[in-house]
């Protein structure tokens, strides 16, 4: 393994490396019907939805930005008979087919595609039942169970590759996710980083295994010394303080671990959502967050163990103080206009993808946000997103740096 493969000490280092998921036949398996079980609450347009993903790539390759794929990082993974037969058997049970005939039908399945990519790129699809002959078998209950059309569920969620692990330092983070519709995402980080040449021998601060829910929109990496995690509907603080307990050691520069309370709901799904970093003093913040907000450090102590205290002030002081920092600016969605406000953060204004100190990844569509930050100072590329954004995540949602200059 290089020992650059993985290099992230900061939100806004200048990126060098970053991961996608340009979406596919995932989002045509949506159905109105079944969008709430998947996590969805519009049906993007496909074709257009990939010219805006592939806009939004093209700015990375214009910067000489080195751009990979899932697919193919989980393709290249599978590096021998034995461990697809093993990423094939784990994939179907975690689809939740649990019945013998039913999974060795959907292992000749997938054993038939030509190359392993062509393979992953099926199972992120999923799965329709006329896609396979003679799959409903002689039970009554697979007759009952025709009216669901699908086999195995699509992922539609991918395209946010943010979310199923995180990089942090020279690590990473494998998640337990809130929902069991996005659990089975992170099976492919597993294989990522348990088996890809590149990346086997990457540090885990957090595995798939654990009980309680981590995921990668709540995380950002402040500098290399303090982490954010956001409490949130979909990371639970058991997991935070996991996780900090296998970060704060004396093998990382990581000295504190910042657990910052937000909102339970769907609005304010992750900490990224309402809250990034653009600049060394700057960062975006949802309007309706409260400037009071409760933040609680974790660190270790001089026994060694990690101990907990709340932070009291407003949310500009706290960052002031964990950070040394003589001035923050908190940038708000939509400026002072509730209207604004509102339509953009619908659409994502507070999460801005930093590419260097200053420079960031936003929507187009969100065009009042956008002049306030390049009136701040920042500079700003903007990307196409009628279509993308129908899955409420935004650039940085829809991205995982591997590699981002020190700063």
Known sequence: MSSSSINVYSEIGRLKKVLLHRPGREL?????EYLERLLFDDIPYLKKAQEEHDFFA?????????????????????????IKNQFIDEYIEEADIKERRESRILKEFFLSFKSNREMVVKMMEGIRKSEINDYRGPRLADYLSNQYPFIIDPMPNLYFTRD?????GKGVTIHK???????????????????????????LYYDRCEKASLEGGDILVLNSE?????????????????????LLTEDTTFKKVLAVDIPK????????????????????????????????????????????TEEKGTLEDILKKELHLDNVKLIKCGGNSVI?????????????????????????RNYVTNEILQQEGIKVHTMPSSELSRGRGGPRCMSMPLIRENL
């Open 28 to 32: 045509e398996n949506l159905m109105p």
């Open 226 to 246: 303090v982490v954010a995690v956001g409490i949130s509907q979909r990371t639970n603080p058991n997991a935070i303080e996991k996780f900090a307990s296998l």
């Open 164 to 168: 199923p692990f995180a990089t942090v």
């Open 340 to 364: 604004d406000a509102a339509r953009e953060q619908w659409n994502d204004g507070s999460n801005t993808l930093c590419i260097a100190p200053g420079e960031v990844i936003v929507y187009s």
């Open 265 to 308: 709901t769907r609005a304010f799904m992750h900490l990224d959502t309402v809250f990034t970093m653009v600049d060394y003093d700057k960062f975006t913040i949802h309007p309706n967050i409260k400037s009071d907000m409760n933040v609680y450090v974790l660190q270790r102590d001089i026994e060694g163990k990690i101990s907990i």
């Open 58 to 82: 093209d700015i990375f390759r214009s910067m000489n930005i080195e751009t990979v794929y899932l697919e193919d990082l989980v393709a290249d993974s599978l590096v021998n008979e034995d």
């Open 177 to 203: 996710m809130f929902t069991v519709t996005r659990n089975r995402e992170t099976l492919f980080a597993k294989y990522i980083f348990n088996c890809n040449l590149k990346y086997k021998e990457t540090k």
